[in-house]
């Protein structure tokens, strides 16, 4: 079923790795798979540029439909195969509000985050300030505590006591924080919800490569 499937995508990419996530909790694997390098510029091939004229990673491809923004390839995957492996989206009304308001908020806590680990890749030398860094760094721990209080008002996953595609879309932003450093003590319920989920098959199955072959990480997030 998976092999007219086909994933372009990159180690350590949160959009990459949701999708990669739904397929494997969708018992979806088997597909046809490629690892690209941005820092090779090999999203902007024309392997890519003829699937997804934005040169941008991940890049899906179901026969002959194509989903490239990682959101919608994991509400068509769990539309597609619904009955097939994890029900993504529960049946509770409550619980899909919950559900779809943490995982769109999930893409500001994205934001904020690349806001920080990235500032010196996107930004150029001459326009860097330090004001602006700290600004950066301050909406994080702002979102950051945010979240810190939604995981103290409900169970073990985001939108309840199940699995669901909140869980899928927001964890790779999670793992990306603890990955640069973020510290479990100051925020111990989001420490507490990545040392779950990381053991879970479908996250470890697409644990990304890179960093399991250098497990210490970074330590850019170390004070915040």
Known sequence: MAKDMTLLWCSGSVPCWRVMIALEEKNLQGYNQKLLSFEKMEHKSKEVLDINPRGQLPTFKHGDIIVNESYAACFYLESKFESQGTKLIPD??????????????????????????????????????????????????????LWEGYLQ????????????????????????????????????????????????????????????????????????
């Not at 769109?104 to 860094?133: C, M, Q």
């Open 92 to 145: 509770s009304q409550t619980e899909q509000a919950l559900m779809y308001q943490r995982m769109f908020e999930g893409l500001t806590f994205y934001e904020k985050l690349n806001a920080v680990i990235y500032y010196e890749w996107y930004v150029p030398e001459e326009e860097r300030h330090d004001s602006a860094l700290k600004r950066n760094k301050e909406a994080l721990i702002t979102e950051l505590k």
């Open 153 to 224: 008002k409900v169970y073990s996953h985001l939108a309840g006591p199940s699995f669901t595609l909140a869980d899928v879309v927001v964890f790779p932003t999670v793992a990306t924080l603890f990955r640069f450093g973020l510290s479990a003590e100051r925020y111990p319920k989001l420490g507490e919800y990545y040392n779950l989920l990381k053991e879970r098959p479908s996250v470890k199955a697409s644990w990304p490569p890179h960093w399991l072959e250098n497990p210490k990480g970074q330590d850019t997030l170390k004070d915040i």
